[in-house]
């Protein structure tokens, strides 16, 4: 940490004020993003965040690599949810070329978006209560979370980094027996939100600690551009699942959370009852799930043929490689989309530029962490220095899709 001391005015006429850096070393920075505090005292009067600590060129490598390649660097951007992401950049891209999945890969790909919602939720709630001293509501969450990463697991191989969607579909299908460990799950969940809940929801320190805290009121957070929890917990009665509705958002019987708090409290209420109405369009998905392919036609040459066809049959062979050549692969048609889905932290965008090529002439990536970050000298400004990691907590800043 650096120091920095001036003399400047302040109310009770002239004092000194200190420069603090808060980050990027700081714990609740996760080395990723560094404060620059101005302190009276312990008090908060200004707050300069810097970011570009884990720049890693997202958005130029959506340039270079083609529209199946890029969802490898699409699960990197949000590493709490990655799953997210990958559905958002696909449902850009096949926005762009006219596509129309599968039913039961728009169900799918649900039942994967809430999955991942619940897990982010689960983050972002035990690790606000870890920095502020809670350490049990932490471990409650990522015991749940284990049980998300083997279904994800099962679905596609990989518990982390997915890369499960594809152009004009998945992957690969769910296995047998997927549903049903996915209901067991869902079986499970609602207790352990029960014990989350008992544990910080009426906690007086926890309480303390989140409640009047970085108050953003309605008209501040629609000013910031706020999106998904932040906003919500702020009384902007705005879902996307809800207000643009995408893959079959509008067949599922789910409320939207509203606070008015706007404050660390109100958010951390609001994340939790976005579980509990995941849950619901969890259930819904699953009675529902249609049977049939989860990818299109592979005759329409928009997707990679199944493997028994490519390693059978001639045909398969030769229609495979066309696809991963990049002079034989599909064209898509020249012009620009912008598609955004409601991710966990809020709004989650894809712009993309074609010019008739296998890959994006510009890609460009709306993320809600961004935005978020910049509204962190309203939230704090005024506050102590011990409030900054409740807020920062709130926030649940991902610092890759922040600096892109």
Known sequence: MAYDLEKVRTDDGLGEVWTLNFGPQHPATHTTIRLVLKLDGEKVVKCTPHIGYLHSGFEKLGEDLDFNQYVVVTDRMNYVSPLAN??????????????????????????????????????????????????TPFLYGFYEREMIYD?????????????????????????????????????????????????LTTNRIFVDRTKGIGVVSRDEAIAWSLTGPLARASGVRRDLRKDEPYLCYEEFDFKVPIATGGDCYARYLVRVEEMRQSLRILE??????????????????????????????????????????????????????????????????????????????????????????????????????????AVLGSLNIIAAELDR
């Not at 449902?91 to 999955?115: H, K, S």
């Not at 099962?154 to 690969?172: I, K």
């Not at 869902?186 to 014990?195: E, F, V």
Request: charged content about 20%; proline content about 7%; hydrophobic content about 40%.
């Open 86 to 135: 990958n559905i958002a950049w696909h449902g850009t891209v096949e926005r762009l070329m006219g596509i129309e999945v599968t039913p039961r890969c728009r169900f799918l790909r649900v039942i994967m978006a809430e999955l991942s919602r619940i897990s982010d939720h689960l983050l972002s709630v035990g690790a606000a209560a870890l920095d502020l001293g809670a350490f």
């Open 151 to 199: 279904l994800f697991e099962l679905a596609c191989g990989h518990r982390f980094t997915n890369s499960y969607t594809r152009v004009g579909g998945l992957s690969q299908d769910i296995p047998d027996g997927w549903v049903d460990r996915c209901r067991v799950f869902c079986g499970r969940l609602p207790k352990a939100l029960d014990d989350i809940e008992s544990l």
């Open 284 to 389: 819904q998905a699953l009675d529902k799930l249609p049977v049939g392919p989860v990818s299109v036609d592979p005759n329409t040459k928009m997707t990679l043929p199944p493997k028994r066809e490519v390693y059978g049959s001639i045909e398969g062979l030769i229609h495979h490689f066309e696809m991963i050549m990049p002079n034989r692969s599909f064209t898509p048609p020249l012009g620009e989309v912008y598609h955004a889905n409601e991710t966990a932290n809020g709004e989650l965008g894809f712009f993309i530029v074609s010019d008739g090529g296998p890959r994006a002439y510009r890609a460009r990536c709306r993320p809600p962490s961004f935005l978020h970050m910049q509204a962190m000298p309203l939230m704090i400004e005024g506050h102590q220095i011990s409030d900054v990691v």
